[in-house]
């Protein structure tokens, strides 16, 4: 323990003459003439080396502002791929210090960097991590936002593949904040350009059913009817698949005002195809509009989005964990 604690004040140290020779380059004055780029990529490495010396001592909130002088610094000398590394490390240390408010104003700082110098993809990169931040965060609209800007910067770049898992993103979003027709639509755009691809299009599938299950869960069974017709010149692997029987047994159960029946199709499906937390929630709705439904149905499909939950709480542990490890 007085091993670390000396460890963290002399890094400590470290950081405030760091920080003393920065100013002292800020002050330096050469005439009447701006400073030169040399001068100004010399302060922002002092900034940068104070606010390494701030994160070994744990200080990330220091470490933090000491980085986000550093990016400053670097833009103002025209360094845009030294300034959008500082601004994506400052912005890891804000969030380390529990301040993700002013993580995200890094990151947003580190887009316009990027669209400034030109660099969509990386912009779209930076974009898509704002969107999983907020997203993480339960602020659904700005995480909307983010996620349908970098699709359009993948798309304008070429990365149709990235642009689409985005663009998924976006929809889930949107179909659960009832913008139902927009999601189905982005469901089928999605599945259209994955069927053209030898690598993605297996997954098509999985996207259609999105949109079915979205189409009930507004309720509107006779477009679900409809498109599982149409969807079958899509993917011409979708009729008999498992994803097609799914959906006969809910239009079945929706018919037949079977809530139990319903429940029923969710577990059968469920059993061999783990259902996550969208598709669960977004079934749960459907099944509310079945006329007298029961709460044995609910209780099945309770069970399976406590499921889904603590699969993704783990797979948010293990992303967690590798973040860390990347930091580090």
């Excluded at 050469?30 to 922002?44: K, Y």
């Excluded at 949109?211 to 017709?229: G, H, Y």
């Amino acid at each position: 323990m007085a091993r670390d604690n000396d460890r963290t004040s002399k890094a400590e140290k470290k950081a405030y003459e760091y920080l003393r020779q920065a100013e002292k380059t800020g002050k330096k004055k050469l005439g009447l003439l701006p400073p030169s780029s040399t001068s100004l990529e010399d302060r922002a490495e002092l900034f940068q080396s104070a606010g390494n010396q701030f994160k070994i001592a744990s200080n990330y909130l220091r470490a933090g502002e000491c980085l986000l002088q550093a990016a400053e610094a670097f833009a103002k000398a025209k360094s845009s791929a030294q300034s959008n590394q500082m601004y994506a490390k400052a912005a890891t240390c804000f969030k380390q210090a529990g301040n993700a408010g002013q993580a995200a104003k890094c990151l947003e700082r580190a887009v316009d960097a990027a669209l400034d110098a030109g660099q969509f993809f990386k912009a779209a990169n930076i974009l898509k991590d704002i969107g999983v931040s907020y997203r993480d965060a339960g602020d659904f609209d700005n995480a909307l936002e983010n996620f349908e800007r970098a699709a359009e910067y993948f798309a304008s770049e070429g990365s149709e593949t990235n642009a689409n898992q985005w663009r998924l993103e976006a929809a889930d979003i949107r179909a659960m904040n009832k913008d139902y027709i927009v999601a189905i639509d982005t469901y089928e755009e999605v599945a259209r350009s994955a069927t053209g691809n030898n690598l993605t299009k297996w997954s098509a599938k999985d996207y259609l059913l999105r949109a079915l299950i979205t189409a009930l869960a507004m309720p509107d069974v006779e477009l679900a009817r409809q498109n599982l017709s149409i969807y079958a010149d899509i993917d011409h692997t979708l009729p008999g698949s498992r994803e097609y029987k799914f959906i006969e047994k809910l239009i079945e159960a929706f018919e037949s005002t079977s809530a139990d029946d319903w429940a029923q199709a969710c577990a059968d499906y469920d059993s061999i195809a783990r259902l996550n937390r969208w598709k669960t929630t977004m079934l749960l709705r459907g099944r509310d509009h079945i006329e007298g439904a029961g709460e044995e149905g609910e209780d099945v499909l309770g069970e399976q989005a406590e499921a889904a939950d603590i699969e993704a709480e783990a797979a948010a542990a293990a992303a967690e964990e590798e973040e860390d490890d990347e930091v580090l």
